[in-house]
């Protein structure tokens, strides 16, 4: 059972263009969700996170939007540049519990020059 | 961003050997750290969240007597890799949890290659 989903599992975007990376969950509970960018070899770097409570969040290049309703939130990178080209995964936890992260599959962001 | 520390970043070993792996949090207290193991072209696997002063809780599946995990201390868990085989050659990644931030940080993950 997938509970965090990504299904593009790859993206193509021109240099200096916004880059929208979608991610759909289906625990309603999930409180805290977070981008992660990864390179090949290498551990996730924590790139933006939200709270469930909110539904906008915004760091320089990257904001993260939360549709609680569509259980939906996407990262949006602008101005997209070469160095963003990595792999980019959604994750979301509970609080109760275990509090373990649970992973998305995945995007493949490129960006072209 | 706080920062995870892992080490060693690469290490190779001859089959039946065991193999020790370091996680720190350098500039937070972590309570909780996890274990991830990654295949070519997946996404992480956790493997096990590691509590500070009592037993590792293991996902279905890990054999908890082959990859050991202490967390003797708020800022330190290590993962031993026990009798190591080659299908045991991985990518694996530690993380914890900043609680001041609810932000999980991760290491930079360590190459084992078994021969």
């Known amino acids: 059972d997938q509970q965090v989903k990504q299904n593009s599992p790859s993206l193509s975007v021109q240099e200096g263009r916004i880059s929208i990376l979608n991610c759909d969950y289906t625990n309603s509970m999930f409180d805290y969700f977070l981008w992660y960018k990864k390179y090949p070899a290498e551990g996730p770097t924590f790139l933006i996170s939200i709270s469930s409570i909110k539904d906008k969040n915004e760091d320089g290049r990257f904001t993260v939007f939360l549709n609680k309703s569509a259980k939906h939130l996407s990262l949006h990178i602008v101005p997209s540049q070469p160095g963003d080209s990595a792999v980019y995964f959604c994750?979301?936890?509970?609080?109760?519990?275990?509090?373990?992260?649970?992973f998305g599959q995945g995007t493949r962001l490129t960006i072209n020059p | 961003g706080a920062v995870v520390s892992q080490h060693p970043s690469w290490v190779i070993c001859k089959s039946g050997t065991s193999v020790k792996i370091e996680c720190r949090s350098l500039d937070f207290q972590a309570t909780t750290m996890f274990w991830y193991r990654q295949f070519p072209k997946q996404s992480l696997m956790l493997m096990a969240t590691?509590?500070?002063?009592?037993?590792?809780?293991?996902e279905q599946g890990v054999e908890k007597d082959k990859f050991l995990i202490n967390h003797a201390s708020l800022t330190l868990s290590t993962l031993t890799v026990t009798s190591a085989h080659p299908e045991d050659s991985s990518f694996y990644i530690c993380?914890?949890?900043?609680?001041?931030?609810?932000?999980?940080?991760f290491g930079a993950g360590t190459r084992l290659s078994v021969l």
């Open positions: 590691s509590n500070e002063g009592s037993k590792a809780t293991y």
């Open positions: 994750a979301a936890f509970l609080f109760q519990g275990a509090q373990k992260l649970v």
């Open positions: 993380s914890a949890r900043d609680l001041t931030s609810n932000i999980q940080y």
